[in-house]
């Protein structure tokens, strides 16, 4: 028998228990309890089972599990290309909206941003740009003739700004005219906001001027058709083509990163973020107990942190200064965080690297048996190390000087000083060419599997520059597919930034009218404010 002081474990359960008469609860020794808790467990797990088939019928459910989404697109004859399962969702949840507009420009638009999330994710959401990404169709910059008698659409209409009372006709945006107009500059422009607050779409300013920025997303001068091969550099003049121009990426460094949020408090909540923004703030003693937790933190400049009695947990920070590590037997661990000096460990066990940006990572002490770090999915400026490290989806841009490396699907782009004979395992990675040598025997890889020695090509160079580590479009096909899974070799794998450029691509390919092709240009002037102009008096 039991004894009645247990509850339902079930909600059902608890409701069929408060439903009964207070006669027999009173009266009851725990049996009923008991066997009203089980009836609701059964009625639980029913329940259960029916929400969750109502919620695979629909792919932007929160609750849909992944696996149904294959067949959630057979059945509306979608083929999803995008590499991750939040894009897959949109995908399957706009097919029929983006098969009805099929080939319109905002078609096309929407299929750039939610297939390639082009948008920088900065900590401060005032410095976000509003559009990541814009489309210039070629056949409007191709010059032709005009025709005489043709009537002329408004400027509004054509997304350039009105002319001023009195000018000249010949300054009319929707004039097909060839011939720079060398007294008026040519940019894209915003207007101010309307009197509820709302924002105005940017227009172009001086439609026929010189061009603010050759070869940008706001250059509209017309041109002769350009047969060249398209790339990012040339052949977007073309009446065939679409040039949508993005947001380069960022990487680890989006605008701002070094300030963090600083808008005043309170701030609203955001709970799609996966991250809480990083805010400013002063470095917090060491504990006497417990681990040493560092989170969502900006630390001034040139604060270091030193850990001297406890394991660092380290995560979503931001240290414009050194870590230096210096405690026995214990795991350190650093994620979602940029460190710009030296993370230095002296003694202790594993440090745990995931997501992060480092400038220097130095490792004193250890042996060859036991790994003293593993790092995943991050980028490193140098690395030095005397005990055996591990590296997977790394980038390194300057010198890695260590004693034993196992390594996958990572890029070296500096110098590496070989030390073959040691156990070491490079798969899927870059190394230099004389690296790449000393690790291979009579051209069979000995410590090198499925190397390459290609050149990477980077955004940017500097650490801490945006677009640091991040590949370039035209990088070798050993780089941009060359992992053990197919994604771009390096720190940004995670993030699947090449095979995200293939999707938008493939699914462009499928939208576009049969003939055309679209070339993604990335623009940093995307990224900048644009000037604020009064629309003249017409």
Known sequence: MSSGSGGTGSGLGAQLYGLLPEVYRTRDNGDLRDYLGACGEVLDLVRGVMAQRLADAFPDHPDAQGWTL????????????????????????????????????????????????????????????????????????????????QPLLPPESLGALP????????????????????????????????????????????????????????????????????????????????AVFTLPRVGFFPPGWEFGDTRPLPVPPE???????????????????????????????????????????????????????????????????????????NLGNALVVRRSAIGDLLLEAGTLDVVGATVEDSLLGSIESTALITLLSVTVLDTMNVERCFANDSIFAGSVIPRPGEGNCFRYCRLPEAALAAYTVEGQPAEAYACTSEVPRFRATAFGAPGAGVLASDSGARL??????????????????????????????????????AILVPDERLGLALPVVTPPST
């Open 163 to 242: 002319l001023p009372a009195g000018a000249p006709a010949r300054r009319h945006p929707a004039l097909p005219a060839a011939t720079v107009d060398l007294r008026y500059l040519s940019r894209k422009v915003a207007l101010p906001p309307r009197g509820d607050g709302s924002s105005l779409p940017p227009l172009q300013e001086n439609v026929h001027g010189i061009p603010a920025a050759p070869g940008h997303f706001d250059d509209v001068s017309r041109r002769t058709p350009d047969l060249r091969r398209p790339s990012a550099r040339q052949g977007q003049v073309h009446p065939k083509r679409v």
């Open 271 to 345: 709970p799609s973020r996966v991250l809480p923004r990083r805010r400013q703030g002063l470095l917090p003693p060491e504990p006497e107990s417990g681990d040493y937790v560092l989170e969502n933190l900006v630390l001034p400049e040139g604060v270091d942190v030193i850990v001297g009695n406890r394991p660092l947990v380290m995560r979503n920070c931001v240290v414009q200064g050194s870590v230096y590590i210096d405690v026995p037997d214990t795991a350190h661990v650093i994620e979602d965080s940029i460190v710009t000096g030296m993370v230095s460990k």
């Open 70 to 149: 294959p067949y959630l697109a057979e059945l509306l004859d979608v083929k999803l290309l995008s590499p991750a399962e939040p894009e897959q969702r949109r995908e399957l949840s706009q097919a029929v909206s983006l098969r009805q507009r099929k080939g319109t420009p905002g078609s096309v638009a929407q299929i750039a941003q939610d297939v390639g999330q082009y948008a920088w994710d900065t900590e401060d959401p005032r410095s976000e740009p509003p559009e990541p990404v814009y489309l210039q169709e070629g056949w409007r910059r191709v010059a032709v003739t005009p025709r005489v008698g």
């Open 480 to 517: 941009l597919d060359g992992a053990e899974d197919g994604g771009e070799l390096g720190a940004y794998r995670h993030r699947r930034y090449a095979l995200r450029d293939e999707a938008v691509l493939a699914r462009l390919r499928e939208s576009l009218p049969a003939g055309m092709s």
